[in-house]
Every structure is written in structure tokens, then in C-alpha cells.
């Protein structure tokens, strides 16, 4: 499973009117190309990789090392492609805020245009977002959650959590195909613009953790509860990133209730039933490991160029006349594709191989 860390400090504001219909504009044209020649599950093995994805982003021209630079790529790639999903293959649902909620009903709504289960992709949605939210507590909040999915079921998460003490973003990629089990090492990688001390209950090394936090929850809640209090006594390791005063047992009294009464049958169980949050994981992880020595992980999971330029500046301004001739030529070139004149795609491609080769002689001066 890939994994890594990018270190992007958190900038205010958004693309201006200009460039996000450029952005528009060539995210849908790059997003045709990949189709056309590799398919759509292509596309989404490309958004599940983070040093594709802030490649993408600086292609658009957004700024290189943004924060910002996520929301902007997913929604431009929503706005891009939206009226051709059925054609392309390629759906995509949520983004930013409140329109992250609305995420289930919009993938409900091509329900006519996929061969499986609309739930079946609804329930990735909503565990991913969970496992993000609850079962890695790395102290960012998430606030935006775009799923890609295609017809036949394939699907890949990008998604962004803020930390509002130090004001920094992180992303989180998940790519279908690698999710064996939910809440067992899901992720295909972690973009992340600082490093953290992180609860992490999805490691593989809180695989025990997990399992006694299941059997706690199917405890009475008054036997949790004593414990809970006990364990607020005890000195914790100042690495510990959880926060027993912040955990209130008399509020948790009613969680504790619900899941006594469901009796979840696995950590996948638990973490799906509603109203279980980041505070109840934390409590029973708590249990787990200072109560009954069932450790939890502490592992804080965590290049590319420009072509036009950055909307700040950096590393030049946007060259407008430049991003504009290559929205047309990757259009023209898929035009000519689809009627079976194909010497102008492999001539790109062919491009795309020199330039890396004088890319890597560049790095090696």
C-alpha cells in the first residue's frame, strides 16, 4: 500500500473566475484523453495516487503548494465532466462542505446509469468518510469528501480534513480495489501538510485494540462508564494525542446504551452505526490499551511540475494564451482519436516521454 506526506501550508481565497474556467476546460480534456485511451478505472487509479493528484493541480495552473489546491481539482473535474458521465464512464459526487452531504443522494441519482447497487457505493462513501473522521484521529476535521466511481462499481475517495489549531489541511486518497477491509489499513495514501502524533485504530497494529474495543461495546454501559472515569485518573504519556478531559462520561452514557443494544459484530460494525463518533473510539480505545494492555498505533500515516504557471505567481503567472492552446489541441486530438486518426495522440505521448527524459537530465545537472 503506497503511503507519503506532502507539506502544503494552508492559503485563503479561491481560483478566480478566469482561470477556474480554464481549469474547467482542461480537466475535462485530460480526463477524456485518459479515458479514451486506458478506460475510466485508469482515471481513478490517477486520482487515488496524491503526487498525480497535486501534479493535476499544477497543470491547472493552480497554486503548487495550496491547500486549496484539492477542493478546486475536484471541483473542476466535477464541473468539467458533468452532462458527460454516461459517455465517459466516470461519475463524481460530493466536494466542499454542505455538498459533501449531499454525496449518497447524488450518487443515487445515476442510479439508472450503473450496473450495481447504488448502495453498495453509498456505504464506501459514508465508511470511508468515517474511517477519516473517527478511526484516525490525527486532529483534522473533515470538510470536503469527492467520490469517483465508475459503472461497473469501481470507486477511489479524495478527501480533506483541517486541523483549526494550526490551520493546516490534510488529504486523504482511497482507491477501491486496494479496500480489502474498511477499517484495516484502507488507505492507498495520506497527504499531509505537518506531521502529527495520530490515533490510528485502522493500523494493523491495533488490530487487538480493535477487537477489545468491540467487546467493550457490547458491554452495560455502567461497567464502561466506571472504567472511562478510572482511566481519567491515570497520568497518560504525553505522546498520547488523546484527550481525556474532552471525553464527558455522562454524555457517553447514551452511545454506550446504543451499542450495548445493536451488539456490533466487528470494529467495521461498530464504527458504522450512527451517532459513533471520534469521541466514543477514543474512549474505547482507551479502555483497551491502558485498561487491558490492548495497544493502539501512533504511526502518523502521512513533485511535479508546472505547465502554466500558478494563480499566484508561482512559479510564473498563469500564461493564459498558453493554457489555452493546450485545452485546444487535447481537444482536437481526441476528435481526431475518435475517428480513428490517432498520429496526433501518439505524437503527445511521444512528448510526454521526452519531456521526462529532460526532466530527469534537468534533476541530475
Request: with cysteine; glycine share 8%; net charge positive.
Amino acid at each position: 500500500m503506497k503511503t507519503g506526506t506532502a507539506d502544503l501550508p494552508l492559503h485563503y481565497g479561491k481560483a478566480p473566475a478566469w482561470l477556474f474556467q480554464r481549469m474547467k476546460k482542461l480537466a475535462r480534456e485530460i480526463t477524456i484523453f485518459i479515458i479514451s485511451e486506458f478506460g475510466p478505472e485508469e482515471m481513478l487509479n490517477k486520482l487515488a495516487d496524491p503526487c498525480w493528484f497535486q501534479s493535476l493541480g499544477c497543470v491547472l495552473g493552480f497554486d503548487w503548494h495550496s491547500s486549496g489546491l484539492t477542493t478546486t481539482v475536484c471541483g473542476s473535474l466535477k464541473e468539467g465532466i458533468k452532462g458527460l458521465e454516461k459517455d465517459s464512464g466516470l461519475f463524481v459526487a460530493g466536494g466542499k462542505g454542505r455538498v459533501s452531504r449531499k454525496t449518497p443522494s447524488e450518487i443515487e441519482s445515476f442510479s439508472d446509469a450503473i450496473s450495481i447497487d447504488p448502495q453498495k457505493l453509498v456505504y464506501a462513501s459514508k465508511m470511508s468518510a468515517k474511517v477519516d473522521s473517527a478511526a484516525l484521529q490525527d486532529g483534522f476535521q473533515l470538510y470536503h469528501h469527492c467520490f469517483f466511481f465508475t459503472k461497473d462499481g469501481s470507486w477511489s475517495v479524495v478527501q480533506q480534513g483541517m486541523n483549526e489549531t494550526n490551520r493546516y489541511a490534510r488529504r486523504y486518497h482511497w482507491l477501491g480495489e486496494e479496500v480489502e477491509d474498511f477499517v484495516n489499513e484502507p488507505h492507498h495514501a495520506i497527504c499531509c501538510d505537518t506531521k502529527t502524533t495520530t490515533l490510528n485504530m485502522v493500523a494493523s497494529e491495533s488490530a487487538g485494540a480493535r477487537e477489545v474495543s468491540v467487546a467493550l461495546s457490547k458491554e452495560k454501559p455502567d461497567f464502561l462508564l466506571r472504567e472511562i472515569k478510572k482511566v481519567q485518573n491515570i497520568h497518560l504519556p504525553p505522546h498520547h494525542q488523546v484527550l481525556v478531559k474532552d471525553i464527558n462520561p455522562d454524555r457517553l452514557e447514551g452511545i454506550f446504551l446504543k451499542t450495548y443494544e445493536s451488539q456490533p459484530q466487528s470494529f467495521e460494525n461498530l464504527l458504522g452505526l450512527k451517532g459513533i463518533g471520534p469521541k466514543t473510539i477514543r474512549a474505547l480505545s482507551l479502555i483497551s490499551e491502558l485498561v487491558y494492555g490492548a495497544p493502539v498505533s501512533f504511526k502518523d500515516p502521512v513533485r511535479y511540475s508546472f505547465a502554466h504557471g500558478g494563480k499566484d505567481g508561482f512559479p510564473y503567472p498563469v500564461d493564459r494564451e498558453n493554457y489555452d492552446r493546450s485545452i485546444d489541441i487535447l481537444r482536437k486530438a481526441i476528435a481526431q482519436a475518435k475517428i480513428g486518426q490517432t498520429e496526433k495522440v501518439k505524437a503527445i505521448q511521444r512528448l510526454g516521454v521526452v519531456y521526462q527524459d529532460n526532466v530527469r537530465g534537468d534533476l541530475k545537472k
